[in-house]
């Protein structure tokens, strides 16, 4: 029979409810397949308690992770779910959190982070020497915080030796998934997912959800100005010679400026706006794909193809298939 695991999620005030209800979910799916309890959950703080999430409903703290963490052993996980950046701070500040995680946390079988929970783990030390993940839109911030960790901004999850840690929000399930999985085996983890309605293992990486330009772009930028005239037609001619001689600038210029601003060169901006372009027509209309590749301002279908698969690893139709909204019309008004 297998080992009975005690799985501790650590949560604090405006933590993000999706990363601790969406992992029980699949811890609790795990013991209901196999017919008897593997997982004990329970949810941790400061305090025993109710535990205010950023949905505004209260999510009441079975004990407090000063006791937790004084028993933790080789059948425990610890998980800290992720939330907003200031609350992230806030907690990091107060009650002494980072404080018991650093002590205590090596003593747990595996230590998690859920989308910015990965900020708790680093500011206790916990995720030097391992590859680590968190959610696209707080990757940068993340290896500004910590220059010497391996932060993968494409990755759904890692696992690096006891330490694993998912992209933001729905992700905490790919990796309570992947758990399980490691735990008790592919089938159960594939009846758990199916149970659920959701893929045992979705195919492509994070970028596919994102927007890297939108977290980019900032007021007084000097090429927010060229972002918006390429948003606003990236079928037109957009090479370095014309976007010099809109902006008026040396190509020298604009190359070092792309790269201060927006951390890209001249021809992958105008990449990945067209990128943006081509994912919304996918999602918001019936048009043909072919007809998408043209609008976006793709040379043919192919490059389309290509440009997908690189930055996406996902293809067009397949982007589609997952995301298309059921409203979605002819033509973009």
Avoid at 48 to 54: E, R
Avoid at 140 to 166: C, H, Y
Wanted: some cysteine; aromatic content about 6%; glycine content about 8%.
């Amino acid at each position: 029979m297998s080992t009975q695991r005690r799985i501790s999620f650590l949560i604090y005030p405006g933590f993000q409810l999706l990363d601790l209800s969406g992992p029980l979910a699949v811890f609790a799916g795990a013991n209901r397949a196999l017919g008897r309890t593997v997982y004990e959950n329970q949810a941790v703080a400061t305090l025993i308690g109710p535990v205010a999430s950023s949905s505004g409903l209260d999510v009441v703290a079975q004990a407090r992770f000063a006791d937790v963490s004084d028993t933790l052993s080789d059948e425990d996980s610890l998980i800290a779910v992720g939330g907003e950046i200031v609350e992230i701070d806030r907690a990091i500040h107060e009650g002494g959190l980072v404080d018991l995680l650093r002590a205590d946390a090596g003593r747990a079988e595996r230590l998690a982070s859920i989308c910015t929970g990965a900020f708790l783990l680093a500011e206790a030390g916990c995720l030097q020497g391992h590859r680590v993940t968190t959610h696209w839109w707080d990757a940068k911030t993340l290896m500004q915080r910590f220059p010497g960790l391996a932060v993968e901004n494409d990755a759904i999850f890692i696992q690096s030796g006891r330490i694993w840690s998912s992209a933001g929000v729905t992700a905490g399930i790919d990796l309570a998934l992947a758990l399980v999985e490691r735990d008790h085996g592919r089938d159960i983890a594939l009846t758990i997912a199916r149970h659920l309605v959701v893929p045992r293992m979705r195919p492509g990486g994070q970028s596919q959800y994102s927007s890297e330009l939108a977290q980019q772009a900032r007021s007084g930028q000097r090429l927010a100005g060229l972002v918006q005239s390429i948003r606003a037609a990236p079928n037109a001619d957009w090479s370095v010679e014309a976007m010099t001689e809109t902006l008026g600038l040396a190509r020298r210029t604009l190359t070092r400026l792309c790269r201060e601003e927006l951390d890209t060169s001249p021809a992958a901006l105008v990449e990945r706006l067209r990128l943006d372009a081509a994912r919304a027509a996918l999602v918001e209309t019936d048009l043909p794909l072919e007809r998408i590749a043209e609008q976006a301002g793709f040379s043919s279908l192919q490059r389309m193809d290509k440009v997908f698969a690189r930055r996406l690893g996902v293809a067009p139709r397949s982007f589609r298939t997952r995301f298309r909204s059921p409203f979605a019309k002819e033509t973009l008004q």
